[in-house]
């Protein structure tokens, strides 16, 4: 089941950055934190991981607490195609990904 | 060249019937996945094959039946369909051990 906890909406504005945050205050040392998308009703996509350390890609930054219990995917420059459903989820290698419900993201002209 | 591909994509049919849904991978991945979403969007983990071998079956009715013929493949076979089965039926796959798991474009599935 999702170890993630993630607001159900968001909005922002085009050309602002987009921040969407997640808790996993339960997740274990060698789980990763992976953030995937998914606009309209095409399959997820995936966007970056990172298991302890700030990741950066040329989709979005994500930062994850010293403490590891939360973390947050940045967009910095909202486009109106980024408006989707934004899901956190953790995983330790050789398991399964456990979607939970995201966060719609509407990106506002 | 599609990296994981399922056919068909649309998929109406009777309460009843047999039905199955085929997806690909040219990936070279060694696990690949059904999972569910269902009208509330939410997106649930079915099945999980690792080199054609079943290895995870998240409590999905025994008339739902994967088979991997061999690694790339992995196609759903649902027997005596129900409204309730009605959902996009997502295919991905990812290396078992590695970091991404790839989706398909969906089937949506209605069963009337």
């Known amino acids: 089941d999702a170890k993630t906890t993630q607001p159900p909406s968001m909005d922002c504005a085009e050309g602002r950055a987009a921040n969407l945050p997640c808790n996993h205050s339960t997740i274990s040392g060698n789980e990763y934190v992976y953030w995937y998308r998914q606009i309209h009703s095409q399959g997820p996509q995936y966007i970056i991981h990172?298991?302890?350390n700030n990741e950066t890609n040329e989709m979005a930054s994500l930062i994850i607490t010293e403490d590891r219990k939360s973390s947050t995917l940045i967009l910095p420059h909202a486009t109106l195609r980024d408006t989707a459903v934004y899901y956190c989820?953790?995983?330790?290698?050789?398991?399964?990904?456990?979607f939970g419900t995201g966060t719609s993201l509407t990106v506002i002209p | 060249d599609t990296a994981v591909s399922q056919t068909p994509k649309y998929l109406v049919t009777q309460m009843g019937n047999d039905k199955s849904i085929k997806c690909e991978q040219n990936?070279?991945?060694?696990?690949m996945y059904w999972y569910k979403q269902d009208s509330k969007k939410f997106l649930k983990i079915m099945f999980s094959y690792n080199n054609k071998e079943l290895i995870i079956n998240e409590t999905v009715p025994n008339r739902f039946s994967p088979k991997s013929p061999d690694k790339a493949h992995l196609n759903l076979h649902i027997n005596s369909l129900e409204l309730g089965d009605s959902a996009v039926y997502f295919c991905?796959?990812?290396?078992?051990?590695?970091?991404?798991?790839?989706f398909g474009s969906g089937t949506q599935l209605s069963v009337l």
């Open positions: 991905a796959s990812s290396h078992l051990q590695g970091s991404g798991l790839f």
């Open positions: 990936l070279g991945h060694d696990t």
């Open positions: 989820i953790v995983r330790e290698t050789g398991n399964q990904f456990y």
């Open positions: 990172g298991l302890k």
